[in-house]
């Protein structure tokens, strides 16, 4: 079974603030997306990354896949309240194309 | 459009006892998929479907079956409920056209007594 490792499981930060937030695994991945999830509902995609190396940006949100497509981050600058939600972090490998998800962390935007 | 949709949203059952949740998608997709959320543990595949007519396996199958009963439908079935399988359960869809991209329900809470 693959592993995700994502860090930090729990964040709490100032309006205003930068953060980053870790997604690691020893294995390869094809690609990588990144959700986020409101409570009561189910994970809404983000971004998908194919690419070792890749950099992707959607406004405020910066996602990069690792050179050799076993990790990734997501930075976000100047957080606002609104960005608060679980963010999880997902690979997806072999034949059946499957998804594995990493454990979540849990951002709280202070105003 | 109401994307993929899932009942009931929420569930109380006894040890022992049965029930289907049931998932639908208006949107043609090919893949279904069925996930359990647990604190802590994010979300763990149960069972899916890469079209219509079949089924595997995923990472933590014991303790339910599925049923792909048309494109539009996946069910999952918990025969003999345990409080372990207190959890939240996600479907969810997958088309052809983006890369891997699934559009998830809104979510099951169940609680097994």
């Known amino acids: 079974t693959q592993l995700l490792e994502q860090s930090p499981q729990f964040l709490s930060i100032q309006e205003g603030e930068n953060l980053t937030v870790y997604c690691n695994s020893s294995s390869v991945f094809s690609s990588l997306q990144w959700y986020r999830q409101e409570p009561g509902e189910g994970p809404v995609l983000l971004v998908t990354v194919v690419t070792g190396g890749e950099v992707k940006k959607l406004k405020r949100l910066t996602f990069q896949f690792g050179d050799a497509r076993k990790d990734s981050s997501l930075h976000i600058t100047a957080a606002q309240p609104g960005d608060t939600g679980l963010y999880l972090c997902?690979?997806?490998?072999?034949?059946?194309?499957?998804?594995?998800f990493g454990s979540g962390t849990q951002l709280t935007v202070l105003p | 459009n109401a994307g993929v949709t899932q009942t009931p949203k929420f569930q109380v059952l006894k040890t022992g006892q049965s029930m289907t949740l049931q998932c639908a998608q208006d949107m043609n997709h090919n893949s279904m998929y069925w996930y359990r959320q647990d604190p802590g543990m994010g979300l763990r595949l149960i069972y899916y479907?890469?079209?219509?007519?079949?089924?595997d396996k995923g990472e933590v199958p014991n303790g339910y079956n599925v049923s792909r009963l048309n494109k539009r439908e996946f069910s999952l079935r918990l025969e003999s409920a345990a409080p372990s399988q207190t959890s939240v359960y996600f479907c969810?869809?997958?088309?052809?056209?983006?890369?891997?991209?699934?559009?998830f329900g809104p979510g099951t809470r169940l609680t097994v007594l």
């Open positions: 997902a690979g997806e490998s072999g034949s059946a194309r499957q998804l594995t």
């Open positions: 969810a869809s997958k088309g052809t056209i983006s890369y891997n991209e699934q559009f």
């Open positions: 479907s890469a079209s219509e007519g079949t089924t």
